[in-house]
């Protein structure tokens, strides 16, 4: 990507997406590593083929860091520290996140029924929603980092200076972290060449995920010119286009959601969802995709039925000028 910037890709088991970029950061005594990806023995073998490929080890590893939480970002870091002794690294904020979600063990299909009623999930749609939650991989990891970071801290490694830029949205505690040495920023998934990242995918309850989402786009504008190292997909140039495609994406949401409100008035999250376009078409989301929508449309109707939705439509539309 840069001179001692490497991107390998760390396999999702089941996908999509079908996997996780993760920048290797070469230094003089050792590499450091951004997003390392799922756990599990395939990812580590991955792991260890690709860093074979361009000279390294697995005991050459020093630190990891997380732009957030999720499996397919913060997974195997644990095992990396285990093996190599490396420190895990991840925001104050999302530490605090993670000490509060629902642990793998903890898993209560009663609990997230009560949910699927609150949002007006039919009943013969609920099942296939529980299977997911109960009997798919952990999504909630139990870790504790070695270090945590806010915002504006610099990451001073041999041959690297990282600044972090704290980007709220996706959860309470994601981050991105900008080299201003090589004009390059790791933006996790924050923003992604062509997926619309999730919105509050792990929150403490007290923020709005949306406008947060929002402002943190408006946060990365000093680096429009700059390449972005994403989370998945692919590294691409072009920040500034692909920021205001991402805010028109969410603006456009939350004006659906505005039109429906004079009709459906106090219906279901599950009947606003199923009026709303979608990619993959409503009839095609399952299982954690069904949830997501479902819960990003929840976002939505929350900010329109509180009243808060004109006032960020106007707001974000002044920031752009």
Do not use: K
């Amino acid at each position: 990507m840069r001179d001692g910037v490497w991107a390998i890709a760390s396999p999702i088991p089941g996908g999509p997406p079908p996997y996780t970029l993760t920048y290797v950061l070469e230094g003089s005594d050792g590499i450091r590593i951004v997003d390392p990806g799922w756990s599990g023995e395939a990812n580590l073998r991955a792991l260890r083929s690709s860093l074979a490929d361009i000279g390294f080890a697995l005991h050459d590893v020093r630190a990891v860091v997380a732009t957030h939480h999720h499996p397919d970002h913060l997974g195997i870091a644990p095992r990396l520290r285990e093996l190599s002794g490396a420190r895990i690294i991840m925001s104050a904020d999302e530490r605090t996140v993670l000490a509060h979600q629902v642990r793998p063990e903890r898993r209560d299909p009663r609990l997230y029924r009560l949910q699927l009623e609150a949002w007006g999930v039919p009943d013969d749609r609920q099942g296939d929603m529980i299977r997911s939650f109960t009997d798919g991989p952990p999504l909630i990891l139990d870790v504790e980092p070695d270090a945590v970071v806010g915002d504006g801290d610099e990451l001073d490694w041999p041959g690297h200076s990282l600044r972090v830029v704290m980007t709220p949205g996706h959860t309470d505690g994601h981050l991105c972290l900008v080299d201003a040495d090589r004009a390059v920023v790791y933006t996790g998934d924050h923003v992604l060449p062509g997926i619309n990242s999730g919105i509050g995918l792990g929150t403490l309850g007290r923020s709005n995920p949306l406008a947060d989402y929002l402002a943190s786009l408006e946060r990365l504008a000093p680096y429009d010119d700059w390449l972005i190292l994403p989370g998945h997909e692919q590294p691409f140039e072009g920040l500034r286009a692909r920021r205001a495609v991402l805010t028109a994406h969410h603006l456009r949401r939350t004006a659906e959601v505005m039109r429906l409100l004079p009709e459906l008035g106090e219906a279901t999250v599950w009947e606003y969802a199923s009026r709303l376009p979608w990619t993959a078409g409503w009839s095609g989301l399952r299982g954690f995709g069904l949830h997501s929508a479902l819960l990003q449309t929840e976002r939505h109707l929350v900010l329109v039925r509180e009243g808060h939705a004109e006032d960020l439509l106007g707001r974000v539309a002044d920031a752009q000028g």
